[in-house]
């Protein structure tokens, strides 16, 4: 059964440094989503994309993060400068756009800020 | 404003019974959907069920039911015969819109469940 794969699984890091997250999307899934959840919490939407292009990253702190999705298929997420809040749990899910409801999730990079 | 609610922060239940988690939602949607999730403390997010708003049957898949009642905005989800590797953080989540938007989903602060022997 295809997978949402991300890279590490587990990442420490100093606070000022950076840092970056990828993942690769279930084939043929369009739509392709980071959301962060602290612990304790729901997830939230950080980015979303449609292909390569971003449709929605109203909730990403562009001072420090950014996002990208070259050729539409895998994608990085980077922090610069990680700070001591940014510490939680960065999952990516991908959706099959206008063919099925269901999003499904990578196993999640957990980002340790010290 | 939270859009998803979920009033109850853990429980626990014997196995092999049944377990139900409350979920309420607010939207003035009339196109909507509401997703469960489970997730281990391994992390990944597993998807459980899936209602749409339009549905008129309850969503079911296995031992997992959803208990729709589209007026008092509630999903709530029953885990039938409950097993050890239920054992898991249950995630209840929406999206807004139509079917072909971007999909974004909205979720509530979750409830944890212990089975227990």
């Known amino acids: 059964e295809a997978e949402v794969a991300q890279s590490p699984r587990y990442k420490i890091t100093e606070k000022s440094q950076a840092v970056a997250f990828w993942c690769d999307p279930i084939?043929?899934?369009?739509?392709l989503y980071w959301y962060r959840q602290i612990l304790g919490q729901g997830p939230e939407l950080l980015v979303q994309f449609q292909d390569e292009s971003v449709v929605d990253d109203s909730q990403l702190p562009k001072d420090r993060f950014s996002a990208e999705r070259l050729k539409g298929v895998d994608s990085t997420l980077k922090i610069q400068p990680a700070e001591l809040g940014d510490s939680a749990m960065y999952l990516c899910a991908s959706r099959r756009t206008g063919v099925t409801e269901t999003q499904y999730f990578g196993p999640g990079t957990r980002l340790l800020v010290l | 404003a939270q859009k998803i609610t979920q009033t109850q922060p853990g429980m626990f239940v014997q196995e092999k019974e049944a377990v139900t988690l409350d979920c309420t939602y607010d939207t003035s949607d009339q196109s909507y959907g509401l997703f469960w999730y489970k997730q281990p403390s391994s992390g990944e997010m597993i998807f459980l069920i899936y209602?749409?708003?339009?549905?008129?049957q309850n969503a079911t898949e296995g031992r997992y039911s959803l208990n729709f009642q589209k007026a008092r905005k509630s999903a709530n989800l029953v885990i039938s015969a409950s097993q050890l590797g239920d054992s898991a953080m249950y995630f209840c989540a929406m999206r807004e819109g139509a079917t072909d938007s971007w999909g974004k989903l909205q979720f509530g602060a979750g409830t944890q469940v212990v089975v227990t022997p």
């Open positions: 209602q749409g708003s339009y549905d008129e």
């Open positions: 084939s043929g899934h369009a739509t």
